[in-house]
């Protein structure tokens, strides 16, 4: 949660789309103004490692764009429904067409859970 909120801060108007957990710390893709940038946080999201433009964006940009409910928000919502950590989550289409946050979960096991946030509403599905 504190990697998606510095990776968002990181650049004006920052809105998180995609995320992943490496062995070095996040990799995060943030929309700015028209602009894809490529954020790197620290594994305890304390510390903006790096901000790398994108020369070509993700189609996920307007996906982001349309989308009522934050990473943020999306990840609490998971999270009550599927207690564990953030592995890696990103917003995108359902089969149905529902714009979604698909969110991985580790719980305190080791198990993956993927869990889906409908990215209008907040709901988990």
Do not use: C, Y
């Amino acid at each position: 949660m504190k990697a998606i909120q510095a990776a968002a801060g990181a650049v004006p108007g920052g809105r998180v789309f995609d995320v992943e957990s490496g062995t070095d710390g996040w990799e995060i893709k943030v929309a700015s103004q028209g602009q894809e940038h490529k954020v790197r946080v620290s594994q305890d999201g304390g510390q903006v490692l790096g901000d790398q433009r994108t020369a070509k964006p993700s189609d996920d940009m307007t996906k982001v764009e349309q989308a009522g409910v934050d990473a943020v928000k999306a990840l609490q919502n998971a999270q009550r429904s599927q207690p564990g950590e953030l592995d890696e989550m990103e917003i995108d289409r359902a089969t149905d067409g529902t714009l979604v946050w698909e969110i991985g979960l580790r719980d305190g096991t080791g198990a993956e859970h993927d869990v889906a946030v409908n990215a209008k509403t907040g709901q988990v599905r």
